[in-house]
């Protein structure tokens, strides 16, 4: 039999999940929590084989208890149960160590499955959660800014006071020429056209300090 922890803060939802489960001749439902702290205390007290996560809880969500869970308790499976078919939460609840993302539309034969696959250790999403994940992996990592030569970082800092370029050549003893060139390559390395967003971009980045 494949021991089942439900985590949901709604008793309908509960109370569903049971009659479903109930049809299924090899899942056991364990237990029942109402929040992400109970759910992560009842998979230390009763270690089921899966539990049915819902995202959204009080207290403690289900992202932070299934965190808390796998890191605890390894070979305890999750598979997340929710009505947030979004991609930040997608891509969240499988980095965290969810088996499976299943929409709570999903028919009773799909959540048997999604649940015996996590049993196995195995990953089984529906079409549309992988859909979004392969869409999600073949973006183009954005570029990386190109690191700035000591005299760019020095200019840069000025920038950043608010120097003109006239008052920049005087710090730094070189000329305005001088400046506006190192200011386009500051520019080109940081993929901004602007003053106020290369400080805003060298902010972000840690390449000046507030």
Do not use: C, W
């Amino acid at each position: 039999m494949i021991r089942v922890l439900i985590a949901d803060d709604h008793m309908v939802v509960r109370e569903g999940l049971r009659a479903i489960l109930e049809l299924a001749g090899d899942i056991e439902l364990v237990g029942e929590a109402v929040d992400g702290a109970e759910a992560v205390r009842l998979a230390g007290e009763l270690l089921p084989d899966v539990v049915l996560m819902d995202l959204r809880m009080p207290n403690v969500d289900g992202i932070a208890a299934l965190r808390q869970i796998k890191d605890r308790h390894p070979a305890v499976e999750v598979v997340i149960l929710t009505t947030y078919d979004d991609d930040a939460h997608i891509l969240k609840g499988l980095r965290s160590g969810a088996r499976g993302y299943l929409l709570k539309d999903a028919g009773h034969d799909a959540l048997f499955d999604a649940i015996r696959a996590a049993a196995r250790g195995e990953s089984l999403l529906p079409g549309s959660v992988v859909d979004r994940v392969v869409a999600h992996l073949s973006r183009p990592e954005p570029a990386q800014p190109q690191v700035l030569s000591e005299r760019e970082h020095e200019v840069l800092v000025l920038l950043a006071d608010g120097a003109p370029n006239k008052a920049i050549a005087r710090k730094l003893e070189i000329t305005e020429r001088t400046v506006k060139a190192h200011v386009t390559s500051i520019f080109n390395k940081l993929g901004v056209n602007s003053r106020a967003e290369a400080v805003a971009v060298a902010l972000r980045g840690g390449l000046l300090a507030l």
